[in-house]
């Protein structure tokens, strides 16, 4: 069998061919999202063309696709698209105040993240596709960053009666933020969130829209903006008092650590289990908490776990967000329900026996599928499988990728 099998964040079908169709016995696509066209669907229709897309596009031909995968701005001075062009863009949108020409020239557009614009654009986002949250702000604003941290120097730079921005939160930690000049300025501040020392708060909170839901910290207290594991690097660089905005990852080997972390707000924690008692009497805020095993496996697209993986895993075992999790047939159910914690976020997990299929049905979180091998779905077994023992299989990877 000849297979062509396809896998790219977009696909572009509208200029495919019978000839390129008839070269194979099968053609697989996989895709966040295809560009078709009716004359497109009709040819493939009459092929084995599977496609697997989270979106469809409907497009003319002669319309080009931009894609930009990150974050794009548009601002005053842009060129006018001369010719059809449709925008995709895979990351922030920054639009900036008096672009609405420059919007209106696109034949469309497709945004799939979050898009910081002026209250007066907001009309013209109504014709395009958007998966994600739109964050307006007044016109006439100054945008900063949208995690903007504070210092004292701040005051300096900031300009007579100005609005400032921030999509997301201002940090104001530092202990020499002179918000008493500022106010002399007139400067005030949108936001969602500001998260503020408690000897600046009075200070600040009047400068502030009264929109913005207000987080005092304690004194000495360090934003840190991505996820963290607590060990010693973490502690030498930022203290022991500390505000997480992504996860905070309690392993076995920071049992020794924990009693130097005096305060903690963390948007998720992944605590071992063994450890779970002593973190909660902590007492630490936190928006999630996830019991895990002292092993993690996470982020594969294939997991096997046989009874040494099991083990040798003092803590126990955690799977989480993987594709495929395959259990071997010499794990024991005892063996398991002792060391399996948890398996989340997976998509299909095979298992060798009904009593291990069991077992797992009680932990999964967020699990497409749990069965015994030789039982798992078509589309689990083709999404899972690569076909090797097929010689003549043409795979093609790509971010974009047009199919003639």
Not at 180 to 188: I, M, S, T
Not at 314 to 330: I, N, P
Not at 375 to 384: I, L, M, S
């Amino acid at each position: 069998m000849k297979k062509l099998k396809i896998n790219a964040a977009t696909c572009d079908v509208r200029k495919v061919t019978e000839e390129t169709l008839s070269a194979y016995d099968k053609v697989e696509i996989h895709t966040a999202c295809i560009v078709t066209s009716p004359a497109a669907q009709a040819l493939m229709g009459r092929y084995a063309v599977r496609v697997n897309a989270a979106g469809n596009l409907m497009l003319d031909g002669d319309v080009r696709i931009t894609t930009i995968n990150g974050p794009m701005s548009i601002h005053p001075g842009q060129a006018v698209p001369e010719e059809k062009v449709y925008l995709q863009v895979n990351g922030p949108l920054d639009i900036a105040s008096g672009c609405e020409e420059i919007l209106r020239g696109y034949a469309g557009m497709s945004i799939n993240g979050p898009i910081t614009c002026p209250e007066s654009v907001t009309g013209l986002l109504s014709g395009f596709q958007i998966n994600g949250p739109v964050s307006t702000y007044p016109d006439g604003s100054i945008v900063l960053k949208r995690n903007t941290v504070l210092d004292r120097t701040f005051h300096l730079r900031a300009r007579q009666d100005a609005l400032y921005y921030a999509a997301r939160r201002v940090v104001a930690l530092a202990p020499d933020i002179a918000f008493e000049k500022l106010a002399e300025k007139n400067v005030r501040f949108a936001t969602r969130q500001l998260l503020v020392s408690e000897s600046l708060a009075e200070a600040a909170v009047p400068l502030f829209d009264e929109r913005a839901d207000i987080v005092v910290l304690p004194d000495g207290c360090v934003y840190v903006g991505d996820g963290v594991k607590v060990d010693e690097n973490l502690l030498k660089r930022y203290g022991g008092r500390l505000y997480v905005a992504g996860l905070v990852h309690v392993t076995p080997e920071s049992a020794p650590l924990l009693d130097q972390i005096t305060y903690l707000r963390a948007g998720d924690l992944r605590v071992c289990r063994s450890l779970k008692d002593q973190v909660l009497a902590k007492g630490w805020a936190f928006d999630e908490l996830r019991v895990v095993g002292g092993t993690v496996i996470c982020d594969r697209a294939m997991a096997e776990l046989d009874a040494a993986v099991l083990e040798n895993a003092a803590d126990g075992v955690s799977v989480l967000d993987c594709a495929r999790v395959v259990l071997a047939e010499d794990i024991t159910p005892e063996l398991l329900r002792e060391k399996l914690v948890g398996i989340a976020d997976c998509a299909a997990v095979v298992c060798a026996s009904k009593e291990q299929q069991r077992i797992v049905d009680a932990l999964a979180e967020d699990v497409a599928w749990v069965g015994l091998a030789g039982e798992e779905p078509e589309d689990v077994k083709e999404d899972a499988e690569e076909t090797d023992e097929d010689a003549d299989v043409t795979v093609i990877n790509a971010a974009s990728y047009t199919l003639m």
